[in-house]
């Protein structure tokens, strides 16, 4: 227990210090921005590339795999999505409920705690569930809030999936050093030494910067809906990729247990970031990434003694 409690600790340190930083330095929330854009078109994806470049190629090819947490992650969602719609929700909200179910923090908080409770070999199932349930979303969320907003054709709305999708520094950066991998290409030292620096400054800006954005989003009130969003992030998304891959494995033990711990992270940052783009559900989107990060500290840490025991 202490050896766990020891792991994740500096990991909620660093986002108690981002929070505190944020409560007591009086900064707007825009003073993130240049932050944000080293740690998404920078660090992170540097740190994908560091991950996937050098794995060989036979790894790689986990069809099931991929298709197994992908379909876990999008029965969650589906859930909330159509529990929301029970309660006269309507399409947009029940968007924002859905993904705040089963969208986790698996870019800010994923690899560096994965790669730090279970090592290196939780190397590429973190990077390609990250790609695909990235993508899942990228997907869900542009083409229901067209539907339900009646805006552009099929063809138009498509090719604004595909856009998002593609153009994403993080997916990028995963397709990159997938080809990295196939073609057995290795960057000249001075791009390995650099990209090595960027990786290792992803996670304590990430999770400093998810502190600050925390700490300037107060939390005003506690929505009715935290009672089943919360539980269902932090416990039945988990619950549900470990029991999937359960039925449809053998899977290597140690991707199992990335792909439960991926699915135990609280809710993304992204969601309030969707929330607001399309101006729905922005307060209780920030509440519940609030909440679920306060109780994952309680919950991952009863994971990981789950996954390591």
């Not at 290792?200 to 009715?224: I, Q, W």
């Not at 494995?249 to 609280?266: F, Q, R, T």
């Amino acid at each position: 227990m202490l050896a766990i409690v020891s792991l994740i600790a500096p990991f909620f340190t660093l986002i108690a210090v981002g929070y505190i930083a944020g409560r007591r330095v009086q900064r707007p929330v825009e003073g993130l921005a240049w932050l944000n854009v080293f740690i998404v078109y920078l660090a992170l994806p540097a740190l994908f590339f560091q991950l996937l470049s050098k794995t060989p190629v036979e790894t790689l090819a986990s069809g099931g795999f991929v298709a197994t947490t992908t379909a876990s992650t999008f029965l969650v969602v589906a859930l909330l999505f159509g529990l929301a719609l029970l309660r006269r929700a309507g399409l947009e909200q029940a968007t924002i409920q859905g993904l705040a179910g089963g969208y986790g923090n698996i870019g800010y908080m994923g690899p560096g705690l994965a790669l730090a409770a279970l090592g290196p070999g939780a190397a590429v199932p973190v990077a390609l569930v990250f790609c695909f349930d990235n993508a899942l979303h990228f997907i869900l969320t542009p083409t229901v809030m067209a539907i339900s907003r009646r805006e552009g054709t099929a063809g138009t709305v498509a090719l604004g999936v595909v856009r998002q999708i593609f153009g994403h520094p993080f997916i990028l950066a995963t397709l990159v050093g997938l080809g990295a991998a196939v073609f057995h290409l290795s960057p000249p030292a001075f791009l390995d030494r650099t990209l090595q620096l960027l990786a290792g400054a992803a996670a304590p800006c990430a999770l400093f910067a998810m502190g600050v954005t925390l700490a300037l989003r107060p939390l005003k009130r506690v929505p009715l809906e935290m009672a089943w969003i919360v539980p269902a992030k932090l416990v039945l998304h988990p619950l549900v990729v470990w029991g999937a891959l359960s039925l449809t494995g053998p899977h290597d033990p140690v991707w199992v247990s990335a792909a439960v711990l991926l699915a135990s992270l609280p809710t993304a940052t992204n969601v309030f970031v969707l929330a607001q783009q399309y101006g729905v559900w922005t307060e209780r989107a920030s509440a519940c990434i609030l909440v679920s990060t306060v109780a994952s500290v309680v919950t991952i840490t009863l994971w990981l003694l789950v996954l390591t025991g």
